[in-house]
């Protein structure tokens, strides 16, 4: 097979993509969907871009679509809720060229602050859900995807999951097909949702809905297994893989669309096998409505609603297998922490030191909330930080708030925190926010944003400072400091958090991962002048361990050199020293 | 064939990433089934990470479970000790004979264990090298990773010619030969 390769689940969507002939892809990075877009970006044919958040990437995918051309929206689950206003309408306008949005749901949440099933929002939305298996059906779906989008005038969800966004399997590459511009017609009963309008389209949904739910028990994407018919699966997604795995011999109904369900096909299904299980990962959506139809099955009794799934859950559960399997050692767990050198640990060290609280949201920076920093109070969502500090002012008035902060990434500041900011100007809230710019989208990989000056095609473009930004509001206090420079941090965090006013602080630093970011020195402990005080293992940093003698070693290997340690030991037992220079 | 279960784990940052698309080429060179499946995001920030590696003639999940791996590649000691009940009860043990303190031994919160390499040899045949010594020995730290990858070459089903082709081809073009011969000091050591 000449055309094969191996992809990870995100790169086959972004294949899928290329192959149905999208011309417009816009994207905010969200772990597990990130690497749909860096890879859509290889693609020349396609225009892609990094949107400053997830709403602003659906409504640049609708304006293209309604344009005629076929646009593809991707985001993390909790993205959806963010892009949720336009996703709700635009079901209701409907599509010119086709309209798919991306959603990366995260059972077991490696990298996210909730479990939410993409379905639920798609329900309430009444927009088509298709949930691939793997990374051959990510690019078959969305090409179908495509096709479903315009032929039923409906946005297409592809709902993923970190499993599968994040697992590589063989797939067979096919050629770009160019679809032709569809035709941009002024249709402003379709296109402009006011109330006399949108009344009419809702009855549209509701009649290409029972169409979906009618035409969709003939879908290739879903597909029945018949072999034991003594017990069956209904099962969609990753979830599939685990019942091939443990019950090969099962009958198998694998629903590709998972949203609205094909009633006959599954009624049909379950008249057919003697025990009928439903396997899904997150919320019972498919059992319930089975369930309402009067058709016995099992489900969450025995499955989980929480994390992911397993062939070993089915072994288990249903085959009540005994593993044998040995138990896990008792071992200390292994949270991720900031990196050596991070600039976030710095800024950090000053914050615990002045035992200030921070109002904290989404980046790298949320490990703050941990030992042995402990300076994150909250974090809510993107951009809450800002907001959620303005509410506890508001609650408990000015000096309530004087030793706190609200820290945001330069990144999440763009994405909704800037709207947090203005409401504290217009509504006279005088907190004290800390951006913590490292110059790029950290956490997710290193994106860049609306500040970084350059877009996701790699080309030059006018960087949004984030100082004039603050200064254009009509913020008269913003400051930018050195992340790593402790001593002027410290003095300007003391005396913003008193001022009765709004004030902006910069720590500014790259991040350390960041391609080209040299750090010229590592740091040495000297043994004999080292007193063994711990202020240098203070903030935490994993380079540094503490010798049985007392002493402090750090990692050559680990060591960036950033010099926190050394600014923050008082015997000068610390050197920075070149890093060839021995 | 089998399907064949491979583990990689280790702390977030030491390149398992890398590792995966190695054995993904080998596996698809050899026209195998393949599967495989990583951890991106935040997780990789230092924490304890997992990729699972799964070939044969047809692969159907991409993880491998409790007491299936058939070997685990460990690029730190502790990491070994926590995924060892994931191996099959002939499974095999390639550790990278590292200490990196978690930060909740750091924080003075939990200890780290002692006697980890006794313990792994006790319950599995177990091959551990101090890699990155090896590495450093070579001039590049960084390459300690395929010496842990050329130690567990030998419980895999490719030829050494295999593995020297696929590392030549999916490291960076200037660190080829440095890479190679990290692969032979895995390769030959005992």
């Known amino acids: 097979m000449e055309n094969q390769a191996i992809l990870l689940g995100n790169e086959a969507i972004a294949r899928g993509a290329y192959e149905a002939g999208v011309k417009v892809s816009a994207a905010y990075?969200?772990?597990?969907?990130?690497?749909?877009?860096?890879?859509?970006?290889?693609?020349?044919?396609?225009?892609?871009?990094?949107?400053?958040?997830?709403?602003?990437?659906?409504?640049?995918?609708?304006?293209?679509?309604?344009?005629?051309?076929?646009?593809?929206?991707?985001?993390?689950?909790?993205?959806?809720?963010?892009?949720?206003?336009?996703?709700?309408?635009?079901?209701y306008s409907g599509v010119n060229g086709g309209l798919v949005l991306v959603a990366a749901d995260d059972p077991g949440m490696y990298s996210s602050q909730n479990e939410q099933d993409t379905r639920c929002v798609a329900r309430a939305a009444q927009v088509p859900v298709l949930e691939p298996s793997d990374s051959q059906d990510a690019k078959d779906f969305i090409k179908f995807a495509f096709e479903m989008s315009e032929k039923y005038d409906t946005p297409v969800i592809v709902r993923t999951t970190t499993r599968l966004a994040h697992s590589q399997g063989l797939v067979e590459l096919c050629e770009r097909k160019e679809i032709e511009d569809k035709p941009y017609e002024r249709n402003i009963q379709k296109y402009v949702m006011m109330p006399a309008?949108?009344?009419?389209?809702?009855?549209?949904?509701?009649?290409?809905?029972?169409?979906?739910?009618?035409?969709?028990?003939?879908?290739?994407?879903?597909?029945?297994?018949?072999?034991?018919?003594?017990?069956?699966?209904?099962?969609?997604?990753?979830?599939?893989?685990?019942?091939?795995?443990?019950?090969?011999?099962?009958?198998?109904?694998?629903?590709?669309?998972?949203?609205?369900?094909?009633?006959?096909?599954?009624?049909?299904?379950?008249?057919?096998?003697?025990?009928?299980?439903?396997?899904?990962?997150?919320?019972?959506?498919?059992?319930?409505?089975?369930?309402?139809?009067?058709?016995?099955?099992?489900?969450?009794?025995?499955?989980?609603?929480?994390g992911e799934y397993s062939a070993n859950m089915i072994r288990k559960a249903v085959l009540k297998e005994d593993l044998?399997?040995?138990?896990?050692?008792?071992?200390?767990?292994?949270?991720?922490?900031?990196?050596?050198?991070?600039?976030?640990?710095?800024?950090?060290?000053?914050?615990?030191?002045?035992?200030?609280?921070?109002?904290?949201?989404?980046?790298?920076?949320?490990?703050?909330?941990?030992a042995p920093l402990s300076v994150v109070d909250t974090t809510v969502c993107m951009g809450s930080s800002i907001s959620t500090l303005h509410g506890m002012e508001k609650a408990k008035g000015k000096d309530y708030i004087k030793n706190w902060v609200a820290v945001i990434g330069d990144s999440t500041f763009m994405h909704t925190g800037v709207n947090s900011l203005m409401n504290m100007v217009y509504n006279k809230g005088t907190g004290t926010v800390m951006i913590l710019d490292n110059s790029i989208t950290g956490m997710t990989g290193h994106q860049d944003h609306a500040g970084t000056g350059k877009t996701l095609m790699g080309e030059p473009t006018n960087a949004i400072s984030n100082y004039n930004l603050c200064?254009?509001?009509?913020?008269?206090?913003?400051?930018?400091?050195?992340?790593?420079?402790?001593?002027?941090?410290?003095?300007?965090?003391?005396?913003?958090?008193?001022?009765?006013?709004?004030?902006?602080?910069?720590?500014?630093?790259?991040?350390?991962?960041?391609?080209?970011?040299?750090?010229?020195?590592?740091?040495?402990?000297?043994?004999?002048?080292?007193?063994?005080?711990?202020?240098?293992?203070?903030?935490?940093?994993?380079?540094?361990?503490?010798?049985?003698?007392?002493?402090?070693?750090?990692?050559?290997?680990?060591?960036?050199?950033?010099?926190l340690c050394r600014q923050l030991c008082k015997f000068d037992a610390i050197k920075e020293v070149p890093v060839n220079g021995n | 064939m089998e399907?064949?279960?491979?583990?990689?784990?280790?702390?977030?940052?030491?390149?398992?990433?890398?590792?995966?698309?190695?054995?993904?080429?080998?596996?698809?060179?050899?026209?195998?089934?393949?599967?495989?499946?990583?951890?991106?995001?935040?997780?990789?920030?230092?924490?304890?990470?997992?990729?699972?590696?799964?070939?044969?003639?047809n692969v159907a999940e991409p993880i491998v479970e409790a007491g299936q791996a058939d070997v685990l590649i460990a690029f730190e000691?502790?990491?070994?000790?926590?995924?060892?009940?994931?191996?099959?009860?002939?499974?095999?043990?390639i550790v990278n004979d590292q200490r990196i303190d978690p930060i909740t031994v750091v924080t003075g919160a939990a200890e780290y264990p002692e006697g980890i390499l006794?313990?792994?040899?006790?319950?599995?045949?177990?091959?551990?090298?101090?890699?990155?010594?090896?590495?450093?020995?070579?001039?590049?730290?960084?390459?300690?990773?395929?010496?842990?990858?050329?130690?567990?070459?030998?419980?895999?089903?490719?030829?050494?010619?295999?593995?020297?082709?696929?590392?030549?081809?999916?490291?960076p073009p200037k660190t080829v030969d440095i890479n190679l011969k990290a692969f032979e000091i895995g390769w030959n050591h005992a």
């Open chain 1, 324 to 370: 044998d399997l040995a138990t896990p050692a008792t071992v200390p767990a292994r949270p991720p922490i900031l990196c050596p050198g991070c600039p976030h640990r710095s800024v950090y060290s000053v914050l615990s030191k002045l035992k200030i609280h921070a109002a904290g949201d989404i980046g790298c920076y949320t490990l703050g909330a941990l």
């Open chain 1, 197 to 306: 309008m949108a009344q009419k389209r809702h009855l549209v949904v509701e009649a290409r809905t029972k169409a979906m739910i009618e035409d969709g028990c003939t879908f290739p994407i879903n597909k029945v297994e018949y072999n034991d018919l003594s017990v069956g699966f209904i099962t969609s997604g990753i979830p599939y893989t685990y019942v091939k795995e443990a019950m090969p011999n099962a009958s198998v109904l694998k629903l590709g669309m998972v949203n609205p369900l094909p009633r006959k096909l599954i009624e049909e299904f379950a008249s057919k096998v003697d025990t009928l299980y439903i396997f899904e990962e997150l919320d019972p959506v498919i059992e319930e409505q089975v369930k309402s139809w009067g058709i016995k099955c099992i489900g969450k009794e025995i499955f989980t609603i929480q």
């Open chain 2, 77 to 93: 000691r502790l990491e070994a000790l926590r995924y060892l009940h994931f191996l099959k009860k002939d499974g095999v043990i």
């Open chain 1, 29 to 91: 990075p969200g772990t597990p969907s990130t690497e749909i877009s860096e890879n859509i970006v290889k693609y020349k044919e396609i225009y892609s871009e990094w949107s400053p958040n997830e709403k602003v990437a659906m409504e640049v995918a609708i304006g293209a679509s309604i344009s005629g051309v076929r646009a593809m929206a991707s985001m993390k689950h909790v993205g959806v809720n963010v892009a949720a206003d336009p996703l709700y309408t635009i079901s």
């Open chain 1, 471 to 563: 200064k254009t509001l009509g913020i008269e206090h913003v400051y930018e400091v050195d992340a790593f420079n402790i001593k002027e941090l410290e003095e300007v965090i003391k005396r913003e958090t008193q001022r009765e006013e709004i004030s902006v602080i910069i720590t500014k630093a790259p991040c350390v991962l960041l391609k080209g970011n040299v750090f010229p020195n590592k740091c040495v402990a000297d043994p004999e002048k080292c007193k063994k005080c711990g202020m240098c293992l203070k903030p935490g940093c994993p380079a540094l361990t503490k010798q049985p003698d007392g002493t402090i070693r750090i990692d050559d290997t680990m060591c960036n050199g950033c010099g």
């Open chain 2, 3 to 57: 399907t064949k279960n491979i583990m990689i784990v280790g702390v977030g940052g030491q390149g398992t990433l890398l590792t995966s698309r190695i054995l993904g080429k080998l596996a698809i060179n050899a026209k195998y089934d393949v599967k495989l499946s990583e951890v991106h995001g935040m997780a990789q920030r230092g924490g304890s990470v997992v990729t699972f590696v799964r070939y044969g003639k």
């Open chain 2, 118 to 171: 006794d313990t792994l040899k006790a319950a599995h045949t177990t091959y551990a090298i101090d890699a990155m010594a090896e590495a450093k020995k070579l001039g590049n730290s960084k390459t300690f990773n395929i010496v842990v990858l050329g130690m567990a070459a030998q419980h895999m089903d490719y030829s050494k010619e295999d593995w020297l082709e696929v590392i030549a081809s999916t490291v």
